[in-house]
DNA sequence: GAGTTTGAAACT
DNA sequence: CAGTTTCAAACTC
């Protein structure tokens, strides 16, 4: 068979039916009325709906938050596609090929779903972790704790060293975990191997016998959670209290967190919070006016100031530090 | 942009 | 369950 050729909506299941068989209009093809018409065939359907011309935006269309896919062969019914992956449909944003993905073929995408939740595949995978929302329209298990599905399941990484974003951990912007089962790791957000290595400022809260095995709401499975590099932020669960006296506090929730606090932070706050990687993130702020950029390192000499800075998403960063300035 | 590499998913 | 193939994304040139 050739997948090139025009192929028709899957059958269901669609997942393994035979592509070649030929598939009539689609079972929602009421909803088709949210279209002028109805493409007659899926090449038709792929030429309006999947022009290479079509914009790519951050947002938009029925697969919103959805991660564009481009998948080409696997009509966006596998867990190939990240959109599919995710609970998601594909949008106009996508640059797939003969997509099915689609609430136009909600039956078909509801029948690869099912299958493979009979399979017990279709929870969560790394690749929903990749997307800005995760769980939007898959399952209850899907919506639970979908960090805790990566996390469990772990990358499996030979090659990469888990310095790529073939990793999903390091993609996910976290650390390996005992979950992972890869080799030669040295995912720079945490190591399975040596996790006494990293810094305790950046290793999870929870201890190792009960990681990931609680639910927190910022709990992404216990992994380490940090941003990438470029963005120097510390986890978020390292901000649930405030800073005193340069001692990062230790959430009460966690209070079963094993680490000593007198092996915490002090030395490592000044390290990770220094004022130099907050000149350096500033500078890369390009909003930033020359006055700002001469005035700013006062507000860093601050520690908390400092974490607060660079714990904050670049936006906001912004914002807060312009009103940290104003307040000078 | 084309070709290669990579790891996950699918298949046998 | 292990090995192989297929797939799409990431990466390199």
């Known amino acids: 068979?050739?997948?090139?050729?025009?192929?028709?909506?899957?059958?269901?299941?669609?997942?393994?039916?035979?592509?070649?068989?030929?598939?009539?209009?689609?079972?929602?093809?009421?909803?088709?009325?949210?279209?002028?018409?109805?493409p007659a065939s899926v090449e038709e359907m792929n030429n309006s709906e999947d022009a290479g011309d079509k914009k790519?935006?951050?947002?938009?269309?029925?697969?919103?938050?959805?991660?564009p896919c481009s998948c080409k062969k696997s009509r966006c019914l596998k867990l190939y596609c990240i959109c599919f992956s995710t609970g998601t449909y594909c949008s106009e944003l996508c640059g797939c090929q003969q997509c099915f993905n689609k609430l136009t073929y909600k039956e078909e995408v509801l029948s690869a779903r099912k299958e493979l939740q009979l399979r017990n595949k279709f929870s969560p995978s790394s690749k929903a972790l990749r997307s800005s929302e995760v769980g939007q329209e898959v399952g209850d298990e899907t919506k639970k704790s979908p960090g805790s599905a990566l996390v469990k399941r772990g990358c499996t990484c030979k090659k990469s060293s888990c310095l790529k974003k073939y990793c999903d951990c390091y993609q996910s912007g976290i650390g390996c975990t005992i979950y992972c089962k890869c080799e030669d790791c040295k995912n720079v957000f945490g190591r399975k191997e040596d996790e006494e290595d990293y810094p305790i400022a950046y290793?999870?809260?929870?201890?190792?016998?009960?990681?990931?095995?609680?639910?927190?709401?910022?709990?992404?499975?216990?992994?380490?959670?940090?941003?990438?590099?470029?963005?120097?932020?510390?986890?978020?669960?390292?901000?649930?209290?405030?800073?005193?006296?340069?001692?990062?506090?230790?959430?009460?929730?966690?209070a079963d967190y094993r680490y000593p606090r007198d092996k915490q932070l002090q030395p490592k706050h000044e390290k990770v919070y220094s004022i130099s990687k907050c000149i350096e993130v500033m500078n890369a702020m390009t909003?930033?006016?020359?006055?700002?950029?001469?005035?700013?390192?006062?507000?860093?000499?601050?520690?908390?100031?400092?974490?607060?800075?660079?714990?904050?998403?670049?936006d906001i960063r912004m914002m807060w530090l312009r009103r940290k300035l104003q307040n000078l």
């Open 1 to 38: 068979m050739d997948p090139e050729a025009a192929p028709p909506p899957p059958s269901s299941p669609p997942l393994e039916s035979n592509p070649e068989d030929r598939v009539e209009a689609p079972a929602e093809a009421g909803k088709e009325a949210e279209r002028s018409a109805e």
């Open 203 to 254: 290793r999870s809260p929870y201890s190792k016998e009960s990681l990931f095995l609680q639910d927190h709401p910022d709990d992404i499975g216990g992994h380490i959670i940090a941003q990438p590099l470029s963005q120097l932020q510390p986890p978020p669960w390292c901000l649930k209290r405030p800073v005193e006296n340069g001692i990062m506090d230790v959430p009460t929730s966690y």
């Open 56 to 67: 790519r935006s951050e947002d938009g269309g029925e697969g919103e938050g959805c991660r």
């Open 287 to 314: 909003e930033l006016s020359k006055n700002e950029k001469s005035l700013a390192p006062d507000v860093f000499l601050e520690p908390s100031n400092r974490e607060i800075f660079l714990s904050l998403s670049a």
